[in-house]
């Protein structure tokens, strides 16, 4: 199974300052399409996980542009720009290249 | 508007069997996947299984000599089976559409393995 190694476990953030999240993984999540397949979700406290940020780069719909997400074949960051109170909850990367898919151990962002 | 919502016991016995349904609405099962995914209380997703838009399965090797998922497209149903409960099968169970990944997820019923 691939292996996803989030850091940091959790990470305290000013409103209105930026935040960085690293995912790395055991194998390249390039396909033979060119379609690199690390998503990115938020899990705000008691609710269902939300997609943020699809094959590494690509924004949901509805999701606010102070996320955006970059990498390589087995390293990515999700960054966040301008950290809202909203945007608490534990974040997870995930991929979907092969089967089992897996995901994260997660990252827990909170507001200082 | 796109919707999953899982129905099911929230307790169930240890070595009985976990019975769930996926009532979905807003998107057809003969266009779309659906996953199931499940998560223990404070750790993180772990995926389960999937029924194809065409009516295929596919399921996570670690769980598969236990899992089964079937459909009924008339009542737009996806239904999931686990045999050989144990504590450790506890936790929210959520059952998901597959599009550009995981992209709509039910609210999750909460499981509890528990004598």
């Known amino acids: 199974d691939i292996v996803l190694t989030q850091a940091p476990l959790s990470v305290s953030v000013t409103p209105g300052e930026s935040a960085s999240i690293s995912c790395r993984s055991s194998?390249?999540?390039?396909?033979?399409?060119?379609?690199?397949?690390l998503y990115w979700y938020l899990q705000k406290p008691g609710k269902s996980p939300q997609l943020l940020i699809y094959?590494?780069?690509n924004l949901a719909s509805g999701v606010p542009d102070r996320f955006s997400g970059s990498g390589s074949e087995t390293d990515f960051t999700l960054k966040i720009s301008k950290v809202e109170t909203e945007d608490v909850g534990v974040y997870y990367c995930?991929?979907?290249?092969?089967?089992?898919?897996?995901f994260g151990s997660g990252t827990k962002l909170e507001i200082k | 508007q796109v919707q999953l919502k899982e129905s099911g016991p929230g307790l169930v016995q240890p070595s009985e069997t976990l019975s769930l349904t996926c009532t979905v609405s807003g998107f057809s099962l003969t266009s779309y996947s659906v996953s199931w995914v499940r998560q223990p209380s404070g750790k993180g997703p772990e995926w389960m299984g999937r029924?194809?838009?065409?009516?295929?399965?596919a399921y996570n090797s670690a769980l598969k000599s236990r899992l089964s998922i079937s459909r009924d497209t008339s009542k737009n149903q996806v239904f999931l089976k686990m045999n050989s409960l144990q504590t450790d099968d506890t936790g929210t169970y959520y059952c998901t559409r597959v599009a550009t990944g995981l992209d709509y997820w039910g609210q999750g019923v909460m499981v509890t393995v528990s004598s």
């Open positions: 029924m194809w838009y065409d009516g295929d399965t």
């Open positions: 094959r590494m780069s």
């Open positions: 194998k390249s999540l390039l396909s033979s399409k060119g379609i690199t397949s």
């Open positions: 995930a991929q979907f290249l092969e089967y089992p898919l897996t």
